[in-house]
């Protein structure tokens, strides 16, 4: 397995440009979740799927942030009208729900938005 | 709603002595909890997770002890290492109701010679 896979690995955008970001999960794996992660707040949640289909979308943004799962193989996380706040490292985590790994996630490396 | 509290930003030691990390946690259900640690520059990955049958559970040299009475889910080890300087996260998952995963702030550990 080559593990999640996140791309681009650093997005630099201007104020008010559009960021979209994407995952690919564990093959196999039931479930994706976003988080974005800063030094003052750690890691946030975002949102989650569950075989594609969300599940809980209750730390996203509601303005201008969006996520979609097309797919079984790949997630994408889209940003309108990016502000300085929203930079941060963007993490998708995949897993695979069944009881006994209930919650352990394996995580992409991320990806470091920068809005300038 | 489900939260965990690491108290902690910054922890300092010298190498040899003893880490302790602490996490609380507050959730409707019995949760499981977890310990993730995160080198510089890399993913966060799954360090301890709490068993269901009050097994202790350990992995290099780290353990932790869930205490449902305290609902806490501190992080130990007897010796800290150069090596275990990163990120450490306490997390939740509700189990029961749920595969959301919850993280708390984070602290970070630096172990000098």
């Known amino acids: 397995n080559a593990g999640v896979i996140q791309t681009p690995r650093h997005k630099v955008t201007g104020k008010g440009q559009e960021a979209t970001l994407w995952c690919e999960p564990i093959?196999?794996?039931?479930?994706v979740f976003w988080y974005r992660q800063t030094i003052v707040q750690g890691l946030e949640f975002l949102t989650y799927?569950?075989?594609?289909?969300?599940?809980?979308d209750s730390g996203m943004p509601k303005e201008r942030f969006s996520a979609q799962m097309p797919n079984q193989s790949h997630s994408t996380l889209k940003i309108q009208s990016t502000q300085p706040q929203d930079s941060a490292v963007y993490l998708c985590?995949?897993?695979?729900?069944?009881?006994?790994?209930?919650?352990?996630?394996?995580f992409g490396e991320g990806s470091k938005l920068t809005v300038l | 709603g489900d939260s965990v509290t690491q108290t902690e930003g910054l922890v300092t030691l010298t190498e040899g002595l003893p880490v302790m990390l602490n996490c609380t946690y507050q959730?409707?259900?019995?949760?499981?909890l977890f310990w993730y640690v995160q080198h510089l520059n890399e993913a966060p990955k799954l360090l301890l997770k709490?068993?269901?049958?009050?097994k202790r559970p350990e992995h290099q040299g780290f353990h932790a002890t869930l205490h449902k009475s305290s609902s806490s889910f501190h992080l130990q080890k007897s010796s800290a290492q150069l090596s275990d300087s990163a990120l450490y996260y306490c997390?939740?998952?509700?189990?029961?109701?749920?595969?959301?995963?919850?993280f708390g702030s984070g602290t970070r550990l630096l172990v000098s010679p």
């Open positions: 997390a939740l998952s509700p189990g029961t109701g749920g595969y959301k995963v919850v």
């Open positions: 093959s196999g794996h039931s479930a």
């Open positions: 799927f569950r075989n594609q289909a969300p599940i809980d």
């Open positions: 985590a995949s897993s695979l729900e069944i009881w006994s790994n209930t919650g352990q996630l394996y």
């Open positions: 959730s409707t259900y019995s949760p499981f």
């Open positions: 709490s068993f269901t049958d009050n």
